[in-house]
T-cell receptor, first 115, second 119 residues
Framework: DSGVTQTPKHLITATGQRVTLRCSPR?????VYWYQQSLDQGLQFLIQ???????AKGNILERFSAQQFPDLHSELNLSSLELGDSALYFC??????????????FGNGTRLTVT | AQTVTQSQPEMSVQEAETVTLSCTYD???????LFWYKQPPSRQMILVIR??????QNATENRFSVNFQKAAKSFSLKISDSQLGDAAMYFC????????????????FGQGTTLQVKP
């Protein structure tokens, strides 16, 4: 068990809808990262938050947004969903600001299916 | 931009045998970290081993070891005495050491290699 909790485990929704994925980092970790894993794109970095502030941004669509709250949990909001957004969304956490030597601890992911 | 390539979509190995998974990467940086992650059917990403680019000695973790060839930009994973529990998808990943862009948190993954272990 990595200590990173993601909810829900599975989510099925229709095109055009909006969903929120939630992540609780490992106790003591200040950074949260979001990754998308799909069959065609592989594992793609979306965004990182460190102690409530956006730290780094990757291939995140404008329809997607994220935030990290004072209690350090994070939410990834996906809106105007398309079929191609169906993927496994991972959250990971690390203790510091994201230095290369800090191990990332991954959650079990949320499987999103858009129909 | 950095890229990571895993050219073997699938590999298989007999239980107790040794298998090597290949990974190459492209970067203009001199300092970075390389990782191998395992993703079993439970789908959780598990860190297997990591290598610091400035260290010449190859990292080892029990039955897992790497062959790091910096000049060739190659980072292969060797699994010795393969066990049924090693069956999973394995991902090679790159992480920059330089913080000038604030992007050291970003892991760049390869496409993955599915490893089958035959009893």
């Amino acid at each position: 068990d990595s200590g990173v909790t993601q909810t829900p485990k599975h989510l099925i929704t229709a095109t055009g809808q909006r969903v929120t994925l939630r992540c609780s980092p490992r106790s003591g970790d200040l950074s949260v990262y979001w990754y998308q894993q799909s069959l065609d794109q592989g594992l793609q970095f979306l965004i990182q938050y460190y102690n409530g502030e956006e730290r780094a941004k990757g291939n995140i669509l404008e329809r997607f947004s994220a935030q990290q709250f004072p209690d350090l949990h994070s939410e990834l909001n996906l809106s105007s969903l398309e079929l191609g957004d169906s993927a496994l969304y991972f959250c990971a956490s690390s203790v510091g600001s994201g230095r290369a030597w800090e191990p990332l601890h991954f959650g079990n992911g949320t499987r999103l299916t858009v129909t | 931009a950095q890229t990571v390539t895993q050219s073997q979509p699938e590999m298989s190995v007999q239980e107790a045998e040794t298998v090597t998974l290949s990974c190459t990467y492209d970067t203009s940086e001199s300092d970075y970290y390389l990782f191998w992650y395992k993703q079993p059917p439970s789908r959780q990403m598990i860190l297997v081993i990591r290598q610091e680019a400035y260290k010449q000695q190859n990292a080892t973790e029990n039955r897992f070891s790497v062959n790091f060839q910096k000049a060739a930009k190659s980072f292969s994973l060797k699994i010795s005495d393969s066990q049924l529990g090693d069956a999973a998808m394995y991902f090679c990943a790159y992480r920059s050491l330089n913080d000038y862009s604030g992007n050291t948190g970003k892991l760049i993954f390869g496409q993955g290699t599915t490893l089958q272990v035959k009893p």
